[in-house]
């Protein structure tokens, strides 16, 4: 470990279940990597149950069932379930935040006020999907402002949001003051993609000059026995979509595309496999009836475990990265750092301006829009021909993107610090 100033982290994250989200997946293979270099970390996490990480200490944060918030939440809940009255809308657009997000805070600040013994060096808050509970939750503590690493995985609030994500939730401008008040009381603010630390410059000017990108990680686990799924042939030629099917992620352009290729190479029919693993509901019943209609298509009920999908991420052929028809996207999807670890060519569905196409390079072979389907038909043809006469070569190998991702390049940025 570099010879800095910082030598312990305290780490206050919502969740430490990789089975709850690929946030959590991310968020728990960063705060392994900090270990595995060195710091002294000791976690705080809101989980709500206990869950233990190798040689780290941990903590599950009880929920505070004696405040004022809690019984409010759970009145409003009630009159919710008994007369049908959804309360949320008005409440949060008076408070811009639930009863339930008030108190789950309120939870947090408890228990890290009760902390004596562990005295950080560095405080770094990390949190899943639209939450931001632990950045919260910090802003009520003010002698952890001067060490605060504020860790913004997405744009925040929905509001802020590109194109076609399209929210305006209730409560948002109360929501965009929080985070302005973020951005002028953290020491630091961290991000996973280059791009979303200019999109939230761009909107918060006071996160400027406080910017630290600190991408997915690359963590490498001991590898343990997993069986693969029976409908699933490693001997084949398998395309995979592992991860979550958003509303604004159409996967039917690629269904399509998939279909012209086998369309016009008959000879794939017998060996070519389009693979969905994961949450699809806006778009199921489309998956399902394409399902029916192309043998070669499979589109698994819900989702598998978090072992069996990396194992099915390593044995694929190419994993697939999809995002929105957009002008740009400045996420760094959680999977990313999965596929370069399974070391499979990655065909990327997504706008040019977009982390993903960044990181990638201009080089990068296979790309297209996510709604043209004949340049994803003609990239899987050049995939799949590659893939059957050069088997032996037909990897991602990127080792570059392996360094960006690794522990070696966390440990520089936060020896930078």
């Given at each position: 470990m570099k010879n800095n100033s910082i030598r312990k982290i305290l780490v206050v994250a919502e969740s430490i279940d990789v089975e709850d989200s690929s946030g959590s997946k991310g968020r728990v293979a960063l705060i392994q990597n900090l270990h595995k270099i060195g710091f002294e970390v000791k976690v705080y996490h809101y989980t709500r149950k206990e869950i233990n990480l190798e040689s780290i200490s941990c903590r599950a944060i009880k929920e505070d069932r004696r405040s004022v918030f809690f019984y409010l939440s759970r009145i409003q809940r009630k009159l919710q379930h008994t007369f049908n009255w959804n309360l949320a809308k008005y409440l949060e657009s008076w408070l811009g935040f639930s009863f339930t997000f008030l108190n789950?805070?309120?939870?947090?600040?408890?228990?890290?006020?009760?902390?004596?013994?562990?005295?950080?060096?560095?405080?770094?808050?990390?949190?899943?999907?639209?939450?931001?509970?632990?950045?919260?939750?910090?802003?009520?503590?003010?002698?952890?402002?001067?060490?605060?690493?504020?860790?913004?995985?997405?744009?925040?609030?929905?509001?802020?949001?590109?194109e076609p994500y399209t929210w305006a939730e209730p409560g948002?401008?109360?929501?965009?003051?929080?985070?302005?008040?973020?951005?002028?009381?953290?020491?630091?603010?961290?991000?996973?993609?280059?791009?979303?630390?200019?999109?939230?410059?761009?909107?918060?000017?006071?996160?400027?000059?406080?910017r630290m990108v600190i991408p997915h990680q690359l963590f490498i686990e001991n590898e343990s026995p997993v069986a693969l799924p029976q409908w699933f042939d490693p001997e084949k030629f398998i395309l995979l979509h592992a991860g979550n099917l958003m509303k604004q992620r159409n996967p039917m352009p690629l269904v399509n595309g998939f279909q012209k290729f086998l369309e016009e190479n008959p000879q794939a029919i017998s060996e070519a496999h389009l693979i969905f693993i994961g949450s699809a509901s806006y778009h199921l019943s489309k998956l399902k009836k394409?399902?029916?209609?192309?043998?070669?298509?499979?589109?698994?009920?819900?989702?598998?475990?978090?072992?069996?999908?990396?194992?099915?991420?390593?044995?694929?052929?190419?994993?697939?990265?999809?995002?929105?028809?957009?002008?740009?996207?400045?996420?760094?999807?959680?999977?990313?750092?999965?596929?370069?670890?399974?070391?499979?060519?990655?065909?990327?569905?997504?706008?040019?301006?977009?982390?993903?196409?960044?990181?990638?390079?201009?080089?990068?072979?296979?790309?297209?829009?996510?709604?043209?389907?004949?340049?994803?038909?003609?990239?899987?043809?050049?995939?799949?021909?590659?893939?059957?006469?050069n088997r032996g070569n037909f990897t991602l190998d990127r080792p570059d993107l392996k360094m960006y991702l690794s522990e070696t390049f966390l440990e520089e940025q936060i020896g930078n610090l």
């Open positions: 789950d805070s309120r939870s947090i600040v408890k228990a890290l006020k009760r902390e004596k013994t562990f005295q950080p060096d560095l405080v770094l808050t990390l949190s899943k999907g639209a939450s931001f509970r632990p950045h919260y939750a910090i802003l009520k503590i003010p002698e952890f402002y001067s060490k605060w690493l504020a860790y913004i995985h997405d744009p925040y609030p929905l509001y802020y949001y590109p948002y401008q109360r929501r965009i003051e929080f985070f302005q008040e973020v951005a002028n009381k953290c020491r630091w603010a961290g991000y996973p993609s280059q791009l979303l630390a200019e999109w939230m410059e761009h909107h918060y000017p006071n996160f400027k000059n406080k394409a399902e029916q209609e192309i043998n070669e298509l499979y589109v698994s009920k819900g989702n598998l475990e978090y072992n069996v999908v990396l194992k099915l991420q390593h044995k694929a052929s190419v994993n697939i990265i999809l995002e929105a028809v957009a002008k740009e996207s400045p996420f760094l999807p959680g999977k990313f750092p999965h596929c370069v670890a399974a070391n499979k060519p990655i065909l990327h569905l997504g706008p040019e301006e977009s982390e993903v196409r960044r990181l990638l390079g201009e080089k990068h072979e296979y790309s297209s829009s996510a709604d043209d389907s004949s340049r994803i038909a003609e990239k899987i043809k050049d995939l799949y021909f590659k893939w059957k006469y």
